[in-house]
């Protein structure tokens, strides 16, 4: 942990850089580009039914969008306003007016003829609902006996039969860990989070490699950094503020670089809307590309450090941080072993890259003083993303881009607070403050004064799966408690999704809007109750950012559309417990959210400080501001861990590409836009290469036929400028194609990549039409010969 603490804000150049500009033609006029300002004009329309709430949540509310960690307009890497239009695109979702009755109790069928992105316009849940078995819509019902039938059902169950699961729709810390208390004291560890579909195994891996899951860094760090490298990551799209840090450390020389199969348009050239000579100019973001294969980043990394190791012969140190390596490093001998082992044939045929380029790449980071490595979910959704994260990893620790000033390694996280929800224990394989293991159980046992159980929780792929299981199996999930999310969309395989959510007896929807996944039927009952947003938490809430910066966000007055009924998450978890186990509710009780922090602060030592965050503006960092500060790890020794790892098999025969399925215009699941503003994809566009398409004989915008043994996906070509023998389709558009029950073997996550087969559509429909034909004959035959 680091004694450093974070300086604060800092200011942008005044002066203009023309060398950075993209254009000298005003507003990127005929560019593809996004429409920002027409944008906000939508936004600002949307909203003029409650404008005056809306101006005073982004104005003193932290952002619910990304997990930057802007906090009103303000935040803590640089001075000056910001907005974008990711936090604008949700910020309906805070301000709408509840749906009206006839839209509530319409027809379940009338329901489901809406898409996620519809229904979520329609208005919040205006009070707690339910639907049973039969019936052709939702009824109302009283929040006493919708809890009470909650409760009753839990108490029928053995605690391993039920479970929780916590999306990052703007849950506050306060809101994780009372779900996490609760959990618990009713007897599961059945408990996650949306973390584990995106960031989880950076959390592993990193806790294997430095000795915790966290950014070791600072945006800051980025702004004077010799070198950042983005790996899998489109920051730009995905955190646009981002840019703004992007363009102040190009200001002061710094190196981007993009390792991705696709040259994302968007972080090659954007208009960031709050610097001005970038918004009328434009601004050039990275400075270079590396086209790895999906699924090549370990090959590509063992190729750089293949090529340092190389150096090292000819000149020892003129890649390696040897003093760094000696007093703050284990396991050094055996990762070289590991890198001189793999052939520069098997590393480029993996990683997709030359020996040539790897080589540039290896002598550009070589020759910094200092770097950043930030990535995203272009590494962690694979089935060997730990190693992924831990490969890098093993390139900071070995050039020592750790624990100093313009250095770090940072999973930048795509959601508000999602850094918070393992934190705080909502996550079956931790409690808060540290790894679910005797040690931490025992802690956690004195702190809250009852009995923890010992066995492990599933997460949530199995969690789903066990839906499934025979009645009389120990581990059959026979109630869901759902706090936002839709697995409709966010899990591989819809269909096997839908009939796991359809067998369970009980599901219960915490949410502030329906989504697809509400609307799908259950065995008993499905139970909808209304939540408050963050920004209506009675007391207020904490948010915690990538860069482990916990934010006050206070109660937002001023809201003209209040639905009535809805109540504080952290409240619910509270009464529910209450009427489980009545006898011991004092043990969960807490008065309100201050009285939660003061326990948080206890629960987990790294968040000693969130007890003092009482207003607007208040924040505090945890572990300081650089992780391993000193090389010096919070691993048993007091070092980092070099971890040598395999290049992976990709199960990938001559013929097939490798699919990953990309983020458009939208905000994790919740699609804002058709049509994608930075290079004008349509939303079931199949992305691919050109000379890829050329000898399949296909067209540009002709119908392709994507398929597997898990599922299909019929779209049109888009040529763009990506890695021959890999495709890009829309999350969650494509998620047909993706397999159930395949996970990473440490953290779990489900596997979002995978192998597949192009046709033109024609072709493929042709080619169905002949099998049918066959088999058709074939079975009129053996009628005709029985």
Known sequence: MGKTKHTGPIKLPSTPAPKHWVSKVPFGLGKVKPKHIRETMKVVWNNKDNLNYAKNIITKGVCDGCALGVAGLYDQTLAGPHVCTTRLNVLRLNTMPAMKEEIVHAD?????????????ELGRVPYPLIRRPGERRFSRIEWDDAMEMIANKMKKLDPKNYGF?????????????????VARFLGTNNIDNASRICHSPSKTALKRSVGIGASSCNYKDWIGSDVIVFWGSVAANNQPVSTKYMYAAKRKGTKIICINPYREPAMENYWIPSVGESALFGTKLADDFYQVNIGGDIAFMHGIMKHWFEMEETKPGSAVDHQFVKEHVNGYEELKAKVQEQSWDDIVQSAGVSKERIGELAELL????SGVFVWSLGLTMHTFASDNISQVANLALLRGFLGREHCGVMPIRGHSSVQGSGEMGADPFVLPGGDFEPNNIERMEK?????????????????????????????????????GGNFLETMPDPQFVEKALSELDIRVHQDIIFNTSTLVDAKEAVIVLPAKTRYEQDGGGTSTSTERMVYFSPKIEGNKQIVEEARSEWQIYIDLAKRVKPEEAHLV????????????????????????????????????????EDGICPTPDGKGNLIPVDIPDLNKVAGDFYVTTRRGKQFNSMVYSEHDPFNEADRYDVLMNAEDAKDLSITERELVV????????????????IARGNLEVHFPEGNFLLPKGVYEKLAKIPSYNVAVKVEKAERFNARKDTQYLEKRIEDLEMSAEG
């Open 589 to 628: 009780e807490f008065k309100d959210g201050q009285a939660i922090r003061d326990e948080i602060a206890l629960a987990n030592p790294n968040y000693d400080g969130i007890q003092h965050l009482k207003k607007q503006g208040d924040v505090f960092q945890w572990g300081g501001a650089w992780l391993c």
């Open 108 to 120: 379940i069928d009338e329901l489901r003829k809406y898409t996620s992105a519809e229904l979520r």
């Open 706 to 721: 994507v398929y597997n043994q898990h599922g299909v996906f019929t779209g049109k070509a888009k040529f763009v400028d």
């Open 447 to 483: 702190l809250w004064n009852f009995n923890i159980p010992k066995w492990q929780g599933d997460v949530l792929g199995v969690s789903l799966e066990n839906c499934l299981l025979p009645d009389d199996h120990e581990r059959k999930i026979k109630m869901y408690y759902l706090s």
């Open 165 to 181: 699961f916590l999306t990052s729709r703007g849950i506050t810390n306060e809101s994780y860990y009372v779900a996490a208390k």
């Open 366 to 369: 070589a020759n910094s003083k």
